[in-house]
């Protein structure tokens, strides 16, 4: 059973997931690399900024509170500037490693494994799992 939480903080929550769901994505080339279309670096500004709230709070339950807020808000804001100027159709390693280092302030992943893939139910893409903006169209790239 969920918990009976306020719809700001599903708000809040859902934000962080599918900001998650694309720093993973930013982390691993090889599974940015098999995608056939991206969104645009605004949306993923959108969802880093929807997220910030959350990160503030050290709620994520992945061990957040091990970095301290400043630090937590700091890397979003790092993030967020290299997003703005990012053209999405490569993936330079200013945006893997900022992926990565974010990852690890807001959800613990020190320990993660870059080269593991995305762990999908037969059947099932990397494309169907992410989250995309609904009101703007996506722009195609070929595979790596």
Known sequence: MLPDLPEWLWKEIAATTHLGLWLQVLARPQMFDALTRVPSPAFLVKLLDEALPYARKGMSGHGTGAYPEAQRVEMMGQMRTILESWSPLTLPDEV??????????VGGWSSYDWNEGPGLDEGQTLEQVL??????PVLAKEPG
């Open 96 to 105: 893997v490693q900022a992926a990565r280092s974010l990852l690890v302030v």
């Open 131 to 136: 989250p995309w903006p609904p009101d703007e």
